[in-house]
């Protein structure tokens, strides 16, 4: 049973940073791909960044060199570093995870998902 636990998220004045974290469980996490997608109120879920189970890293061209994803597989954790924040980027973040190596920044791809975390930025 895949399980998938975001924490981080809060409120921001526009320039600040928040780091958002998801924790995995159930699963052998070395052979998943992760992402992290938002959804703000009234409009689609989209794809923010993605990382394969190599490390190899995709981003959403409007949070390029703003975001950062990365991973520890010793925690079994994918963290979502923001910087430079927007009143855009506020929304639900989502953490998702399939199996396979690669990733991807469109939600079909996943099969398994976190609950959410808020972020707003004011």
């Known amino acids: 049973h895949v399980q998938l636990v975001e924490s981080g998220g809060g409120s921001v004045q526009a320039g600040g940073s928040l780091r958002l974290s998801c924790a995995a469980s159930?699963?052998?996490?070395?052979?998943?791909?992760m992402g992290w997608f938002r959804q703000a109120p009234g409009k689609e879920r989209e794809g923010v960044a993605a990382i394969d189970s190599d490390g190899s890293t995709s981003y959403a061209d409007s949070v390029k060199g703003r975001f950062t994803i990365s991973q520890d597989k010793a925690k079994d954790t994918v963290y979502l570093q923001m910087s430079s924040l927007k009143p855009d980027d506020t929304g639900i973040y989502y953490c998702?995870?399939?199996?396979?190596?690669?990733?991807?920044?469109?939600?079909?791809?996943?099969?398994?998902w976190g609950q959410g975390t808020q972020v707003t930025v004011s």
């Open positions: 998702a995870a399939n199996r396979g190596p690669y990733s991807s920044l469109y939600a079909t791809a996943y099969v398994n």
């Open positions: 159930g699963y052998a996490y070395s052979s998943y791909c």
